[in-house]
């Protein structure tokens, strides 16, 4: 176990060191026209030269990238923002709750009803609510979650004169204000991320419910209901926790998307509007971290099969 | 050379004597489609009704995409307008139709680019195997940390928005993430014997990626291509959404729903809905023609 954990993180590093290479290059690859903007736009240095000198931009490519990262690892700092100066990852933690947020009730709404619907659709395999429930999964597949936003904002304000709470209060303030607030987005991005999960448990469950060791709980006359719960639903969710752990990239983007439609002030609305103000450290250091926790997230995943099951540590 | 070849060719016409294929296969698929998958066919409809849509657009509407008309603002459906009109009187089935062609043009476009990157980099890394291969997949491991939509916007706010930009973005996009599918079928192709004879004969790295393996990657490739267009046609129009995409005043479907026009919405919810509409047409219709073409073409990549 061990060493398969010791492999398994040394194959992480070097996927580590490439994220952090893509962003920064990325990032270099810029056309100068923030500091013209921040110049000529809003005078914050007297000539573009003492700006650039300002933000560092005039050292040498290899310079900047051992003094970004050098600061990561040596003192925890990410980096300032070009126009509020303020240190990057003091605001990220500050908004992260919120995106942690949405993204938790996300998964619990899609996975209420996408089991949910996959367990029936499953257990009643060719019957009416069989097809009901896929054919509810293939639409669910197919609407934008950003369009269906855009309907749920727009059309129960004509129709019911109904708004969704646009100011937002923060969990620990207000939990039940706060829960009012973020049940609508949720509930659209959880809706639309249902389909997957539902197919994906569907499939699962009609392949554990043919094995043996269920024909035997059959036979020692328990009830479907028994069955299915305690016997069958067990196996059938590793397929769908992985699929979970795979998508969490999609909920945090999409969590770009939702904020900005719903005025949540998480990570994703930081990022957005640092992109329209091409505040490149910004845009470069939450990429970072994002991607730095998905890889963490996949490592733990990963070794948690292997505590699971022995067989994957000798592969 | 040719002459074991030839055996080894040989044995083939004996399988076929017992099923003989009474068409050729890219004719037998659409057949056994119409006749075994009625929501493939459905799908394969709404994707010629949009192809029709898109490349007939100004033939068949007699306003063009940008054509405003202040008199007739917010004009709810009528004879002359029929699904309406938005804030500066442009026609709101125009402006749709025109808004396939983006779709349609970035979604095949990025596919063709990113399945023959994928391929590139999926066999490559296959055939080559050890160090390039680690290297290279610690690589497409490292991108696809990434949320793609996070990744994406950053990129096309470097680039700046046109159509080709998006293109060739969502192109890479797909090309990296797709190679692991290509590459894990090259893996298998590879050990196959005769990859081993043919290298056995002598022949050359060449010869045997291109002449070997990659007709066995083929019917992957074509499934991972038509599975892959409705995301692609969703990125996008997320893009758009975002004001990442096209740059108005051309429509795209995405950016007629975004937030820009929201305040519209209000006025008029119909320039909210029929582009939802459209794109949820559009992702369905993909979507299932994706789904039967992978059924008839390789059962064994059938997902949930």
């Known amino acids: 176990m061990k060493r398969y954990v010791l492999r398994r993180v040394a194959l992480a590093l070097p996927t580590l060191f490439f994220v952090s290479v893509i962003v920064f290059a990325m990032m270099r690859m810029m056309p100068g026209d923030v500091v013209t903007r921040m110049v000529e736009g809003h005078a914050y240095a007297p000539t573009l030269d003492a700006l650039r000198k300002d933000l560092g931009l005039d050292r040498p490519m290899y310079v900047q990238y051992a003094d970004w990262i050098g600061g990561i690892l040596t003192r925890g700092d990410f980096g300032r923002s070009y126009w509020t100066r303020q240190p990057i990852i003091d605001e990220f933690l500050r908004r992260f709750p919120v995106t942690l947020e949405l993204a938790l009730l996300t998964i619990v709404v899609s996975v209420v009803i996408g089991v949910g619907v996959g367990i029936v659709s499953a257990a009643r395999q060719d019957t009416v609510s069989d097809y009901t429930g896929r054919v509810l999964a293939i639409l669910a597949l197919s609407v934008p979650y950003f369009g269906l936003a855009v309907l749920v904002v727009v059309l129960p304000s004509i129709w019911f004169k109904w708004t969704p709470v646009w100011t937002y209060v923060s969990f620990t303030t207000d939990p039940l204000e706060n829960l009012k607030i973020m049940a609508v987005p949720a509930l659209v991005f959880g809706v639309t991320r249902a389909g997957p999960i539902m197919r994906i448990m569907r499939s699962a469950l009609l392949d554990v419910l043919r094995q043996e060791y269920i024909r035997t709980a059959w036979s020692k006359g328990l009830s479907e209901r028994r069955i299915i719960l305690r016997h069958a639903l067990k196996n059938a969710l590793i397929p769908v926790i992985s699929l979970i752990g795979l998508q969490m990239p999609l909920y945090i983007g999409g969590s770009v998307i939702i904020e900005a439609i ?54 | 050379m040719s002459k074991v070849a030839t055996t080894a060719v040989g044995t083939v016409p004996r399988v076929e004597a017992v099923a003989p294929p009474a068409r050729r296969w890219y004719v037998d698929v659409w057949v056994q489609m119409v006749l075994r998958k009625p929501l493939g066919t459905l799908g394969a409809v709404i994707v010629l009704l949009m192809l029709l849509a898109a490349v007939f657009a100004d033939v068949v509407s007699p306003y063009a995409y ?184 051309y429509p795209t479907w995405g950016g007629m729903l975004s937030l820009a026009g929201l305040d519209h919405m209000y006025q008029a919810p119909w320039l909210a809905i029929w582009p939802a509409v459209a794109l949820s047409l559009a992702v369905f219709g993909f979507n299932m023609l994706g789904d039967a073409l992978r059924d008839l073409l390789d059962p064994r990549l059938k997902g949930g």
């Open chain 1, 262 to 315: 719903f005025r949540l002030p998480g990570v994703g609305l930081f990022f957005f509007e640092a992109l329209g103000k091409l505040d490149y450290p910004v845009v470069q250091s939450v990429n970072l971290i994002i991607a730095a926790m998905v890889v963490g997230l996949n490592l733990l995943i990963d070794l948690s099969y292997a505590f699971l099951d022995p067989r994957i540590r000798y592969r």
């Open chain 2, 66 to 249: 940008a054509q405003t008309s202040l008199r007739e603002r917010f004009v709810s459906m009528n004879a002359s307008h029929w699904l309406g009109t938005d804030q500066l009187g442009r026609d709101l089935l125009t402006r749709l139709m025109y808004g396939a062609r983006i779709s349609l043009y970035v979604g095949f476009g990025a596919v063709a680019l990113g399945s023959v990157l994928a391929t590139l980099v999926g066999v490559l890394s296959a055939y080559f195997g050890g160090r390039a291969d680690l290297w290279m997949q610690r690589g497409v491991d490292a991108w696809m940390a990434f949320p793609p939509l996070l990744l994406l916007m950053s990129i096309m706010s470097l680039l700046g928005p046109s159509a080709g930009n998006i293109t060739l973005v969502l192109g890479a996009a797909f090309g990296i993430q797709n190679s692991r599918i290509i590459r894990a079928v090259a893996l298998s192709v590879k050990e196959l014997t005769y990859v081993e004879s043919a290298r056995a004969l002598g022949g050359g790295h060449v010869r045997i990626t291109v002449g070997h393996i990659l007709p066995n990657v083929l019917p992957t490739i074509i499934v991972v291509a038509t599975t892959g267009l409705s995301t692609v046609i969703l990125t996008e129009a997320s893009l758009s959404f975002l004001g990442l995409g096209v740059p108005p005043p």
